[in-house]
């Protein structure tokens, strides 16, 4: 009679003993370890540059990581009407804090002429090369369009390379001039896309 209440015991053991290792294997763990936080994902904000009397707009960033905008009249040009130039907003605080001389960083400029002789963009831009830099070319020009409308597109070789768009439209020719250090960098893409967005629109201020 022990001896079989003996074996009965042993047996029990045994069961629960092999209960118990299955639940402790497949029972969940939790990791009490904190875990670091996942990084936080900003939208860049946009703003939209609209010239009514000069017939043109595009979008670009505007955000503390985006561009500053300047009215561009540097150009001597007996043609030229206005221009906008776009810099970096952290490149162009570092500009004005710095105490040494230097050359500006890269920047992109939209300027309208008019054009009067009714010029086509490769011909305007190969008459013009102080306003396109077409003689500093790299390669050779590719036909393309701004806005819908025909357009020429080529890289130059100065300072920084610079991505170039010549259009005319409606009486007056349109440069897109992009600078850059290397063909990875944000601005690069940057006037990519404002290139895209770039659009015509109707002049709706009354001619003087």
């Known amino acids: 009679m022990h001896?079989?209440?003996?074996?009965?015991?042993?047996l029990l053991l045994i069961v629960g003993g092999f209960f118990l290792a299955k639940n402790t294997a497949?029972?969940?763990t939790t990791d009490?370890?904190?875990t670091a936080p996942e990084?936080?994902?900003t939208e860049r904000s946009y703003g939209v540059a609209r010239d009514a009397a000069f017939g043109y707009e595009f979008s670009?960033?505007?955000?503390p990581d985006g561009y500053l905008t300047f009215e561009n009249t540097d150009s001597t040009h007996p043609d030229f009407l206005t221009g906008i130039m776009l810099m970096d907003r952290t490149e162009y605080e570092i500009l004005q804090a710095s105490t040494d001389a230097r050359e500006g960083p890269p920047a992109i400029h939209v300027q309208v002429y008019e054009n009067p002789a009714n010029r086509h963009a490769p011909v305007w831009a190969m008459e013009n090369q102080?306003?396109?830099?077409?003689g500093l070319m790299l390669g050779t020009e590719t036909e393309t369009t701004l806005g819908?409308?025909?357009a020429i597109r080529y890289t130059t070789d100065g300072l920084y390379p610079i991505d170039t768009y010549v259009a005319a439209h409606d009486g007056?020719?349109?440069v897109l001039m992009g600078a850059y250090r290397d063909i990875g960098d944000q601005i690069h893409e940057d006037f990519q896309d404002l290139v895209a967005s770039f659009t015509f629109i109707q002049n709706s201020e009354p001619q003087g």
């Open 130 to 134: 102080n306003e396109t830099n077409y």
């Open 148 to 150: 819908g409308a025909n």
């Open 3 to 10: 001896k079989q209440l003996a074996v009965l015991l042993l």
């Open 26 to 28: 497949t029972a969940p």
């Open 172 to 174: 007056r020719i349109y």
């Open 60 to 63: 670009y960033p505007d955000g």
């Open 39 to 41: 990084p936080e994902v």
């Open 32 to 34: 009490n370890e904190p």
